[in-house]
T-cell receptor, first 113, second 112 residues
């Protein structure tokens, strides 16, 4: 079965600084990859997804992620963080025709003024 | 309403109560999911319904009973819960198995 690891539990960045959140997955073939964001007391909102094709995917709110097969990674990036980006971020890996999407434990992002 | 809605948003219940959580999706999706989110734990998949048929039940205790009367509605019936069942319960839907899931806002459940 597939699995996903988010190595960083908590990250703090200054407003306006760049951001990279790490995600590593384990799966024998190319999986479906997702990033979600969750604000306190809310559900998860899809930021972006990768199924196939161009390995650099653009998402909402100025986020992008790059699929690197050689590193089994799908890191999330944003060039300039805004205070409203403070939230919990989840990486997820899915398998075609399978309901069992696996989520990472999440990375909590704090944004300093 | 659009997207995935869940009611109630907050629920406090005693261990002897019976209550139900409701989820409705307005996206025309064919699969629906229940997840449990506890503090400091990864998201736990509880149940999956695809085309109204339960296709997955991840060893969830029988005090949780799902129901999917049609492709737009999903319920989670609760009875004789334990304090450790206190959590955020999230509903999600997807167009097909494996595709991206869309989540509702969740029900914050507290068992006293």
């Amino acid at each position: 079965a597939q699995s996903v690891t988010q190595p960083d539990i908590h990250i703090t960045v200054s407003e306006g600084a760049s951001l990279e959140l790490r995600c590593n997955y384990s799966y024998g073939a190319t999986p479906y990859l997702f990033w979600y964001v969750q604000s306190p007391g809310q559900g998860l909102q899809l930021l972006l997804k990768y199924f196939s094709g161009d390995t650099l995917v653009q998402g909402i709110k100025g986020f992008e992620a790059e699929f690197k097969r050689s590193q089994s990674s799908f890191n999330l990036r944003k060039p300039s963080v805004h205070w409203s980006d403070a939230a919990e971020y989840f990486c997820a890996v899915g398998v075609p025709n399978n309901n069992d999407m696996r989520f990472g434990a999440g990375t909590r992002l704090t944004v300093k003024p | 309403e659009t997207g995935v809605t869940q009611t109630p948003r907050h629920l406090v219940m005693g261990m002897t109560n019976k209550k139900s959580l409701k989820c409705e999706q307005h996206l025309g999706h064919n699969a629906m999911y229940w997840y449990k989110q506890s503090a400091k734990k990864p998201l736990e998949l509880m149940f999956v319904y695809s085309l109204e048929e339960r296709v997955e039940n991840n060893s969830v205790p029988s005090r949780f009973s799902p129901e999917c009367p049609n492709s737009s509605h999903l319920f989670l019936h609760l009875h004789t819960l334990q304090p450790e069942d206190s959590a955020l319960y999230l509903c999600a839907s997807s167009l097909s198995r494996g595709s991206e899931q869309y989540f509702g806002p969740g029900t914050r459940l507290t068992v006293t």
